[in-house]
């Protein structure tokens, strides 16, 4: 039977009912700024909001838990845009769409793309934003498109040897050869990391450990290509702790020191360093990759 690689490619495996306790009921015709007080939805219980934070030096519209000292972003929108203008509005329309509306960054940007209008959104105490229509079904969900971050309640994808998601394209894997198709991998709201075969039996724990009251988790790929098992204990307010990390070389990410370059360990902690001959291509950034230390300005222009 063929070995079944657990990609890192997320998805969420359930819908959400619009009556369900601990959120918020966002109506269209609600606006935000990211200069004003209404910068934000929050979640029933303040823990998570989704709307505006600052990046850079302009603003960014994402979700991000604002019940802790350390505000942490968990979901950003249009994350490949660049930073928004002070004069921009996220105005959830009459007719049930979310756009950013700015006159310095010209036509009005998508939030969500679908083909139906929402009735009404949703700030979920689990960390997820979910559009309504007229009979409370889900439209959309922010746990439907994540970014580098996974929130318990959901789960990852796998995908087999020699469909498009290949092995070349992943540097950690968990072989699950034998156990079927059906295996998932979980994420529970006690921070349980594990995996399930077909018939609900569980068949790899991940992570160790008693599950702790008062602590929220979360999983990361952080920008060094390993994913990180974070918790946080909300009645300490101290910071975030790693209890559980992969692949354990920090090496291991493909291109991870970009090109003429190699990754070496530094005090365990992943650095670059340029081949012989080759300088970085940007300082400020060890990721970047090398180029061609030229003696002069006139050979590196030809």
Same mark, same amino acid.
């Given at each position: 039977?063929?070995?079944?690689?657990?990609?890192?490619?997320?998805?969420?495996?359930?819908?959400?009912?619009?009556?369900?306790?601990?959120? /918020?009921?966002?109506?269209?015709?609600?606006? +935000? =700024?990211?200069t004003?007080?209404?910068?934000?939805?929050?979640?029933?219980?303040?823990? #998570?909001?989704? !709307?505006?934070?600052?990046?850079? $030096?302009?603003?960014a %519209?994402?979700?991000?838990?604002?019940?802790?000292?350390?505000?942490?972003?968990?979901?950003?929108?249009?994350?490949?845009? @660049? @930073?928004?203008p002070?004069?921009?509005?996220? $105005?959830?329309?009459?007719?049930?769409?979310?756009?950013?509306?700015?006159?310095?960054?010209?036509?009005?940007? %998508?939030?969500?793309?679908?083909?139906?209008?929402?009735?009404?959104? /949703?700030?979920?105490?689990? !960390?997820?934003?979910v559009?309504?229509?007229?009979? $409370?079904?889900?439209i959309?969900?922010?746990?439907?498109?994540?970014?580098?971050?996974?929130?318990?309640?959901?789960?990852?994808?796998? #995908? @087999?040897?020699?469909?498009?998601?290949t +092995?070349? #394209?992943? #540097?950690?894997?968990?072989?699950?050869?034998?156990?079927?198709?059906?295996?998932?991998?979980?994420?529970?709201?006690?921070?349980?990391?594990?995996?399930?075969?077909?018939?609900?039996?569980?068949?790899?724990?991940? =992570? =160790?450990?008693?599950?702790?009251?008062g602590?929220?988790?979360?999983?990361?790929?952080?920008?060094?290509?390993?994913?990180?098992?974070y918790?946080? $204990?909300?009645?300490?307010?101290?910071?975030?702790?790693?209890?559980? /990390?992969?692949?354990?070389?920090?090496?291991?990410?493909?291109? +991870?020191?970009?090109?003429?370059?190699?990754?070496?360990?530094?005090?365990?902690?992943?650095?670059?360093?340029? +081949?012989?001959?080759?300088?970085?291509?940007?300082?400020? /950034?060890?990721?970047?990759?090398?180029?061609?230390?030229?003696?002069?300005k006139?050979?590196?222009?030809?």
């Amino acid at each position: 039977m063929a070995t079944i690689l657990l990609l890192l490619l997320f998805s969420a495996s359930f819908t959400v009912d619009a009556q369900q306790a601990g959120q /918020s009921v966002i109506k269209p015709g609600s606006l +935000l =700024t990211p200069t004003c007080t209404n910068s934000s939805w929050l979640s029933g219980s303040g823990l #998570y909001a989704f !709307g505006f934070y600052k990046q850079g $030096n302009g603003y960014a %519209v994402g979700i991000f838990i604002v019940g802790i000292p350390q505000k942490t972003v968990v979901w950003t929108a249009n994350r490949d845009n @660049p @930073p928004l203008p002070g004069d921009v509005k996220l $105005n959830f329309t009459s007719d049930g769409r979310l756009v950013l509306q700015s006159a310095q960054a010209g036509p009005e940007i %998508v939030i969500v793309s679908s083909t139906e209008g929402a009735a009404a959104a /949703s700030m979920l105490d689990t !960390g997820n934003f979910v559009l309504y229509n007229s009979d $409370n079904g889900t439209i959309w969900q922010s746990f439907d498109d994540p970014t580098d971050t996974f929130l318990p309640d959901g789960w990852l994808a796998m #995908y @087999p040897v020699g469909s498009k998601f290949t +092995l070349e #394209y992943g #540097y950690w894997g968990l072989g699950v050869s034998g156990e079927g198709t059906d295996v998932t991998l979980n994420f529970d709201d006690d921070g349980r990391l594990y995996l399930l075969n077909g018939i609900g039996i569980s068949i790899v724990n991940i =992570t =160790t450990g008693d599950p702790t009251k008062g602590v929220i988790y979360r999983l990361r790929i952080d920008p060094d290509g390993i994913l990180r098992h974070y918790s946080y $204990n909300l009645d300490q307010n101290g910071d975030w702790k790693v209890t559980w /990390s992969s692949p354990g070389d920090m090496c291991a990410p493909n291109g +991870l020191c970009g090109i003429n370059a190699f990754c070496f360990l530094n005090d365990r902690k992943a650095a670059c360093k340029c +081949l012989p001959g080759f300088q970085r291509v940007n300082e400020d /950034s060890w990721t970047s990759g090398c180029e061609r230390n030229f003696d002069s300005k006139s050979c590196k222009s030809n």
